[in-house]
């Protein structure tokens, strides 16, 4: 079945450093692709997708690029901030080929961002 | 849109009392998910609802488990006995199935606690 594996966390970084969260799958086809961010005590946000290959998903200065031929979605950012520390979840549907409604979760990536 | 909405945000109860949890999709969604969130599971999809059907309730951990929709506004998941083991942070999402999608939207959970 499809899957989704995520870099194991927790990461630490300083403010301003480069961020790359890797994100591989399993899946059939071309599924859709999604980046997921929860922040302390609050429910998970979509923070960015990709719905076919080679599409580049972008929001709030993080980036992921849909790699078909690696079946990778890796996260990226430039220069992460304090605001940025959360957990980041990376899924997968497979809706837009017929599938179900069902997203497929990564266990997730905590990433803590010090001043 | 007020978003999805969950009550109570918090919970405290006793082993072997039942417990309520409440949700309200988006306006206009039909579909809505029940996910358990801990931190040796991780993030698992309990039940869904498609039109107020439940379509997949192969998470449901067991009897002890139970999940309504008794319409477009309104689901509940209840816990009757509760278990200390079963103290999670449960999250209800909703999606629709028209239009582009953009997965899910979460609402910020429900942290319960069974003593």
């Known amino acids: 079945g499809d899957s989704v594996t995520q870099m194991e966390g927790p990461v630490t970084l300083s403010e301003e450093a480069c961020l790359t969260i890797?994100?591989?799958?399993?899946?059939?086809?071309?599924?859709?692709l999604f980046w997921y961010v929860q922040y302390p005590g609050e429910g998970l946000q979509l923070l960015l997708k990709?719905?076919?290959?080679?599409d580049k998903g972008s929001n709030k200065g993080f980036e992921a690029t849909y790699r078909k031929e690696t079946t990778s979605f890796h996260l990226e950012k430039g220069s992460v901030q304090v605001s940025d520390s959360a957990v980041y979840f990376c899924a997968l549907s497979d809706r837009n080929q017929g599938g179900s409604e069902k997203l497929v979760f990564g266990k997730g990536t905590k990433l803590t961002v010090n001043p | 849109d007020a978003g999805v909405i969950q009550s109570p945000r918090h919970e405290v109860t006793e082993m072997g009392q039942e417990v309520t949890l409440r949700c309200k999709p988006i306006?206009?969604?039909?579909?809505l998910f029940w996910y358990r969130q801990t931190m040796m599971r991780g993030l698992e999809l309990l039940i869904y609802?498609?039109?107020?059907?439940?379509?997949?309730d192969s998470g449901m951990p067991e009897d002890r488990f139970s999940a309504k929709m008794p319409n477009a506004s309104f689901s509940t998941l209840k816990i009757q006995p509760s278990e200390p083991r079963d103290s999670a942070v449960y999250f209800c999402?909703?999606?629709?199935?028209?239009?582009?999608?953009?997965?899910?939207?979460f609402g910020s959970g429900t942290r319960l606690t069974v003593v």
């Open positions: 609802f498609n039109n107020n059907v439940p379509i997949d």
């Open positions: 999402a909703s999606s629709s199935s028209l239009g582009d999608w953009y997965g899910y939207t």
């Open positions: 990709a719905t076919k290959a080679d």
């Open positions: 306006s206009g969604h039909d579909y």
């Open positions: 890797n994100c591989t799958y399993t899946a059939t086809g071309y599924p859709s």
